[in-house]
């Protein structure tokens, strides 16, 4: 999807006019064969940043923003795979129903890679919008990722980022059902990398 169409479904969430209550969370944890701990990254290996969401009422649209930052890390490679992901070069993936249209099915989870090129700092908004599906209330699970490989020892940070025009983290839903709402973040997530 171009980001004109993203921008486009940014500004028809009712969400950008809500307030920020609390609704649900999102939470990160790494995985794969560059987590050696909850808190520490194995340098140049792969790396999965994984997005866990919780939910606690109907939601028909979302936006989300990330950033990856470093005093002493200038650079990150975002690992390729194709064909298999969310954007075009495949290092962002979607799971439990976030990986194709059955939850979002106004063109699936969305992407605006705001220098998405490795140089730090690397910032990403994910949004997505449900015409007839919806996102219904659900206790934590693994929502989206992103595989990365960090090619030199350090500290990367990873945090909650605002991307324009829409880019504040909400959670919409319709009207009648309840207001758009903040979800609670977890973040920011410091990581040291190792050799």
């Known amino acids: 999807m171009s980001k004109a169409n993203f921008l486009l479904a940014a500004l028809l969430l009712p ?5 920020a209550a609390l609704a649900g969370s999102v939470d990160l944890k790494i995985s794969g064969p ?10 140049g290996e792969t790396v999965s940043v994984d997005i866990y969401c919780a939910n606690d009422t109907l939601r028909t649209g979302f936006t989300l923003g990330f950033k ?6 200038k650079n990150v490679v975002h690992v390729a795979d194709k ?16 990986q194709d249209k059955s939850i979002w099915d106004f063109a ?15 910032t ?14 659900e206790k934590v699970s693994k929502k989206m990722s992103f595989d990365i490989m960090v090619p030199e020892a350090g500290t990367l940070v990873i945090d909650s980022a605002y991307f ?11 009207p009648r059902i309840a207001p758009a709402e903040s979800p609670m973040w977890g973040g920011p997530y410091k990581f040291k990398v190792v050799k």
């Open 15 to 19: 969400m950008l006019l809500a307030g």
């Open 34 to 43: 560059g987590a050696v701990n909850d808190s520490t990254i194995k340098a």
């Open 68 to 73: 990856l930052v470093s005093d002493d890390i």
């Open 83 to 98: 064909g298999n992901g969310l954007n075009d070069n495949g290092d962002i993936k979607g799971h439990n129903g976030w």
């Open 108 to 122: 699936g989870v969305m992407t605006v890679e705001r220098s998405w090129d490795g140089k730090l700092p690397d």
């Open 124 to 137: 990403i908004g994910l949004g997505g919008l449900s015409i007839k599906q919806g996102y219904y209330s």
């Open 164 to 174: 324009p025009p829409g880019g504040k983290w909400l959670f919409s839903s319709p």
